[in-house]
T-cell receptor, first 111, second 113 residues
């Protein structure tokens, strides 16, 4: 079955440093979504990318979908303590009704 | 705005006991999902329902059953709980057809002793 891996599993940065998490799928994805889960909370949708090579920005967050539609990245510029949490990518292996989540990257930000 | 509501939020069971996790959404969404989350494992799909009247297995369906009672409600049943089912369970829903944002409930933390 489809596997979606994320690296790194964990990253600890100081506030103001940049952060990037990478997502790799074993199969081609029709689209990819990113979610953020705060400690003790539930996943919250951030964004969806559909086109090959697509790049989208949300303030300090930049999302990219690979040309082959098998990988994606999330980059945060100048992290803040509010960025703390686990970031998940997710994509449908075939039928668009079903999402497979990546293993997640936990981000810790300290002052 | 309730969104996706899960009950109970916490439950402790003994091995072999049964229980049902309830999920309801008030957004008129077609698709509903049950995921479990374990440390270091991300979110794994247990079952999903693409529309009212249909259910399908996800990655880890063994030991679980589901019922899509109506468009609003999607329940998850553990017939004979095992310690390996200790986890946090999330219900989610999605509107429309095809790709789209998942809305998650707050989660149900289940411990099986």
């Amino acid at each position: 079955g489809q596997q979606v891996m994320q690296i790194p599993q964990y990253q600890h940065v100081q506030e103001g440093e940049d952060f990037t998490t990478y997502c790799n799928s074993s199969t081609t994805l029709s689209n990819i979504q990113w979610y953020k889960q705060r400690p003790g909370g539930h996943p919250v949708f951030l964004i969806q990318l559909v086109k090959s090579g697509e790049v989208k920005k949300q303030k300090r967050l930049t999302f990219q979908f690979g040309e082959a539609k098998k990988n994606s990245s999330l980059h945060i510029t100048a992290t803040q303590t509010t960025d703390v949490g686990t970031y998940f990518c997710a994509g449908p292996p075939g039928t668009a009704s079903k999402l497979t989540f990546g293993t997640g990257t936990r981000l810790q930000v300290t002052l | 705005n309730a969104g996706v509501t899960q009950t109970p939020k916490f439950q402790v069971l003994k091995t072999g006991q049964s229980m049902t996790l309830q999920c309801a959404q008030d957004m008129n969404h077609n698709s509903m999902y049950w995921y479990r989350q374990d440390p270091g494992m991300g979110l794994r799909l247990i079952y999903y329902s693409a529309s009212e009247g249909t259910t399908d297995k996800g990655e880890v369906p063994n030991g679980y059953n589901v019922s899509r009672l109506n468009k609003r409600e999607f329940s998850l049943r553990l017939e004979s709980a095992a310690p390996s089912q200790t986890s946090v369970y999330f219900c989610a829903s999605k509107g429309g057809w095809g790709a789209g944002e998942l809305f998650f409930g707050e989660g149900s933390r289940l411990t099986v002793l």
